[in-house]
């Protein structure tokens, strides 16, 4: 009989540790972002003082270019940070990190790149290909 694989506990310590440094990473991002999306100081300051009204005009339309893609991007990491949430909260579960389908384990490169992953790439792979 083989044993079940599962990660040891320095394993899901390490794995832990990832996920609370992608979250640091993640908060860190969002100011930035939310940094971009209030900051609409123009990018170059060498500018004469008489381009200033057209440099704002110009900027206007790009500003809420911009700012709807810092919104989707935060939405996006708004959306990560769940997930590494609730990885963290699976953790503590002994089966963590533990494809449902095969049994094996799921490397946790793969786990902080989709944390919500509950399945290795193989069944992922063969789920979207329709072969379970
Ligand atoms: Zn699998």
């Known amino acids: 009989m083989t044993k079940k694989k599962r990660y040891t506990k320095s394993e899901l310590n390490k ?3 990832a996920i609370m440094e992608r979250m640091d990473q993640v908060v860190f991002e969002m100011g930035e972002i939310k940094d971009g999306i209030s900051d609409t100081g123009p990018t170059n300051t060498s500018l004469s003082p008489d381009s200033i009204y057209s440099l704002h005009m110009a900027d ?3 500003d809420s270019h911009e700012r709807e893609k810092n ?4 939405t996006r990491e708004n959306s990560y940070y769940r997930n590494l949430e609730m ?7 002994e089966d963590f990190g533990v494809c449902q389908i ?3 384990l799921i490397p946790y490169e793969r786990i902080l790149e989709v ?3 509950t399945k290795c790439v193989d069944c992922k792979t063969k789920e979207k290909l329709n072969l379970i």
């Open 15 to 17: 794995i832990k540790k």
């Open 60 to 62: 206007a339309g790009t």
């Open 71 to 74: 919104y989707l991007l935060m």
């Open 87 to 93: 990885a963290l909260e699976r953790l503590e579960q």
């Open 102 to 104: 095969c049994g094996d």
């Open 115 to 117: 944390p919500n992953t």
